[in-house]
């Protein structure tokens, strides 16, 4: 009797050493969003029928070409921007939008217009900080020109660097997650 209770004692210390000794789950870090499709709507708000710029890769960096299409936008206009990301590589599609409205103090989107495009973007939703996002924007056009509007989503961003809650990316650093450039038309 004695030796089996010796022997449950030994097998009970070698269980908890063993126990103690298992490593802990491992970290996973956030993965960066996977995103084929990026839909840029723009209503007049005088009403109207909406124009869209749109960014469709289907397979990714590297294998076919993108498919970028865009519709001419009106001169002298105020548009409500909604930028829509999709990673359709998933079936159903999966709204990448939803992820980065979840972890909205982690993305920031940048618009870029070249100086021939009469346009300006001007954030339109903050993240609980009070620093943009630009999900929703306002995009305001001038006179008839026609250049390239860039439009970048950057994850982790530093919101509080100089000029970035102001749209200026040259201080923001993070990761871009994508970089679309549109050529467009104001006619």
Do not use: W
């Not at 126990?19 to 960066?32: A, F, G, L, T």
């Not at 919101?159 to 467009?184: L, Y």
């Amino acid at each position: 009797m004695k030796n089996k209770l010796y022997f449950i004692v030994i097998m009970a210390v070698i269980l908890s050493v063993l126990n103690s000794c298992k490593k802990d789950d491992p970290v996973i870090p956030n993965e960066e969003e996977v995103i084929t499709t990026l839909i840029y709507t723009l209503t007049p708000s005088q009403g109207g029928t909406p124009k869209v710029l749109k960014f469709q890769d289907l397979d990714g960096d590297g294998g076919n070409a993108p498919v970028i299409s865009t519709d001419t936008l009106d001169a002298n206009t105020i548009y409500t921007g909604q930028l829509e990301l999709l990673n359709e590589q998933e079936t159903p599609a999966d709204t990448t939008t939803n992820e980065i409205r979840d972890e909205n103090q982690e993305h920031q989107f940048f618009f870029d217009e070249s100086t021939n495009l009469n346009i300006t973007v001007n954030y339109n939703d903050t993240d609980p900080d009070g620093n943009p996002v630009g999900i929703e924007n306002i995009l305001t056009t001038g006179e008839a020109s026609s250049g390239t509007l860039t439009i970048i989503l950057r994850h982790q961003p530093d919101k509080f660097a100089t000029g970035v809650s102001q749209g200026d990316i040259t201080n923001a650093g993070g990761e871009t997650d994508i970089q679309v450039e549109f050529d467009v038309i104001i006619q």
